[in-house]
């Protein structure tokens, strides 16, 4: 459910846009003067470095298009079932009528 949840890329998007590129100071006793963007976001939040904020992106207008689509598709697919069900409700209750009515 990870990789497809919207929020994991959103969240990553947001966070490669502002932290990478930018260094910070370390308040570290022994540790380096500073601290990169890149190495919190790969240490502390534990992203994935491998590509840029710009796939995130992508990724995210391509699930927007991919539910729009399964949105439609199910829209389409009821209003075409829907006739076929009534009907078979309307002949299965006609059934059932004729079977019910009483002996003279």
Known sequence: MF???FHKYANQGL????????AF???LVGGPATITGE????????????YSKWVDLGILMGMVVFYRLMFLGILKLSEKERPVVRGF??????QATKVLD???
Do not use: A, C, D
């Open 89 to 94: 409700l309307v002949w299965h209750r006609k």
């Open 3 to 5: 990789y497809i949840s």
């Open 15 to 22: 966070y490669k846009n502002e932290f990478e590129g930018l």
């Open 39 to 50: 190495s919190i976001l790969r240490e502390t939040w534990q992203m994935e470095m491998g």
């Open 25 to 27: 100071p370390n308040g």
């Open 102 to 104: 009483p002996m003279p």
